[in-house]
């Protein structure tokens, strides 16, 4: 079965760390750059990070850029993120999301169910 | 920053066409996708690189083109059709994939 299963979400104080992880099955997960994507509730998509097929390369929005951490173990067919510094605004929904690899791959095609943080003192 | 600016709401009887709207700087030059999120659950792809729908969306979903704007239509709407619906775009000089803000598509 193809799919993606985030874990790793829930309460964290302000200025505390927390690393998510997300289990790829289904698919070759290294035949595909990984993606990021948090929602705050009733609120529209960011996008967060980006890490290459190979994890030779990696890409932030600027409101993570310094904090968070993406990378990849292909040998697990995990993919995570490390968020330090972690602020209220970072509450959100995170998704894990699978980068396309037809067509301009420019799109995810995969998306996990996702995973609630809560930045709360 | 690329901006991708979508109406925040659509409201449509069953049976009729919604239309919604994706607009952003020299948009006609670059590819855009689309995504609904339904109520609860996780966003999902309905077009790819402009026009082309994944396997199990039905061909009522249609995007057409005009200018700087993408428009998706979902034609002889059904009550299962409400949900959120957002366009994405990801080269042609914008580094980052951007997300528009999502428009809420309602069936009356």
């Known amino acids: 079965q193809v799919q993606l299963v985030e874990s790793g979400g829930g309460v964290v104080q302000p200025g505390r760390p927390l690393r998510l992880s997300c289990t790829a099955s289904?698919?070759?997960?290294?035949?595909?750059?990984m993606h990021w994507v948090r929602q705050t509730p009733g609120k529209g998509l960011e996008w967060v990070a980006h890490i290459w097929h190979d994890g030779s390369k990696q890409s932030y929005a600027d409101s993570v850029k310094g904090r968070f951490t993406i990378s990849r173990d292909n040998s697990k067919n995990t993919l995570y993120v490390q968020m330090n510094s972690l602020r209220g605004e970072d509450t959100a929904f995170y998704y894990c999301a699978r980068q396309a690899n037809v067509g301009t791959m420019g799109y995810i095609d995969l998306w996990g169910r996702g995973t609630l943080v809560t930045v709360s003192s | 920053s690329y901006v991708l600016t979508q109406p925040p709401s659509v409201s449509v009887a069953p049976g009729q066409t919604a239309t919604m709207t994706c607009g952003g700087d020299n948009l006609s030059i670059k590819t855009v996708h689309w995504y609904h999120q339904k109520p609860g659950q996780a966003p999902a792809l309905v077009i790819h690189d402009n026009t082309k729908r994944p396997s199990g969306i039905p061909e009522r979903f249609s995007v057409s083109r005009s200018g700087n704007t993408a428009t998706l239509s979902i034609s002889r709407v059904e009550a299962g059709d409400e949900a959120d619906f957002y366009c994405q775009i990801w080269g042609g000089g914008v580094d980052r994939p951007v997300f528009g803000g999502g428009t809420k598509l309602t069936v009356l």
């Open positions: 289904g698919f070759t997960f290294g035949s595909h750059g």
